[in-house]
C-alpha cells in the first residue's frame, strides 16, 4: 500500500488550503526546447501546478510515459517520484521497463510505484503523495478527476511546491480542470540518432500545447526530440539530415482536438 511508503502531512478529508508558513514557491523548469518554453508563463514550467498530458488518439497512450519522464527528468533531482496507476492501465500496456529510464536521466531507484484498482483510489493516492515529505513529484497515470478533485491536487501542489503530471487516457473527455498547462503528444518515427544510425532513432514526437494558464497556446504541434545527451528537447530538424515541413505533425484531427478545450 502506497500508505506504508510515505508519511501523509495532513487527512484526505480536509479540503487543501494555502499555508501562510509554508516554503517559498519552487522555481519553474524548462523543457530546453525554445518555443514551447516561450509560450509557458514565464517561460517556464511551474514547479508548484497541476499538469496534464493527453494522446491524441487512444492509441497514443503509451507514448505519454516517455514524455512525461522526459519532462521530469529537467527537474534534475534525484528524490523520489511517485507513479501513481490504475490496474487497468497497466493491462492495457504493461508495466514500465525501469532501465529505460536511464535515457532520461533517471534511475529506476528513483520511482515509487502505485497499482490502485479503482479511479477514486488513484486520486486518493496521488493526494496522499503529494502530501509526503522528500518527494520530487507525482504522476498519475488514469481517469482524470472531475473538476474539484483537479482543483484539490492543483492545490496540494501549490501548498507542498512539488509538481502534479496526469496522464489522461480518456481523448477529450471535456471535463473542466484546474491544471496550468495541458499538452496534446502524439508519438512519431524517431528521428536518426547521430551517434548510432542504425538504430531505431532517437524519442520523437508531435507536441501541442493547447492550454497554458499564463502563457499561450501552441498555434500549431512542434515535432521534437529527446537529445539525451543535454537531457533537453530540441526541434526534430536539430537531428534530421532533411528540412522539417512548416505544417509538419499537423492533420485535421489535431486541429479539431484543439479547438474548444479551454476546460
Not at 235 to 244: D, G, L, R
Request: hydrophobic share 35%; charged share 15%; aromatic share 8%.
Amino acid at each position: 500500500m502506497l500508505a506504508h511508503r510515505l508519511e501523509a502531512n495532513e487527512t484526505a478529508h480536509d479540503l487543501p488550503r494555502d499555508q501562510s508558513g509554508a516554503d517559498s514557491p519552487a522555481p519553474g523548469w524548462t523543457s530546453g526546447h525554445a518555443v514551447l518554453d516561450a509560450h509557458l508563463p514565464q517561460g517556464a514550467l511551474s514547479q508548484a501546478a497541476l499538469h496534464e498530458i493527453e494522446p491524441l488518439r487512444a492509441t497514443d497512450m503509451p507514448c505519454l510515459t516517455g514524455f512525461a519522464f522526459a519532462l521530469l527528468s529537467r527537474l534534475f533531482t534525484m528524490a523520489p517520484i511517485v507513479w501513481c496507476v490504475t490496474s487497468r492501465q497497466v493491462g492495457d500496456y504493461g508495466h514500465l521497463y525501469a532501465y529505460g529510464l536511464q535515457r532520461y536521466g533517471l534511475s529506476p531507484s528513483q520511482i515509487i510505484f502505485a497499482k490502485v484498482d479503482h479511479p477514486l483510489h488513484l486520486h486518493f493516492a496521488l493526494e496522499e503523495a503529494l502530501k509526503s515529505d522528500g518527494v520530487a513529484a507525482v504522476m498519475g497515470e488514469g481517469p482524470l478527476p472531475d473538476f474539484t478533485g483537479s482543483r484539490r491536487l492543483s492545490l496540494l501542489a501549490k501548498t507542498h511546491n512539488r509538481p502534479c503530471l496526469l496522464l489522461n487516457p480518456q481523448v477529450g473527455d471535456g471535463k473542466g480542470s484546474a491544471a496550468q498547462t495541458r499538452w496534446q503528444v502524439q508519438p512519431l518515427p524517431g528521428v536518426t540518432d547521430p551517434l548510432d544510425p542504425f538504430g531505431p532513432g532517437l524519442p520523437t514526437w508531435s507536441v501541442a500545447l493547447a492550454r497554458s494558464r499564463g502563457g499561450r497556446q501552441t498555434s500549431q504541434p512542434r515535432r521534437i526530440v529527446w537529445n539525451e545527451q543535454t537531457l533537453s528537447f530540441c526541434e526534430a530538424s536539430t537531428f534530421s539530415n532533411t528540412a522539417v515541413p512548416e505544417n509538419a505533425g499537423q492533420s485535421g484531427s489535431y486541429t479539431t482536438a484543439l479547438v474548444g478545450r479551454t476546460g
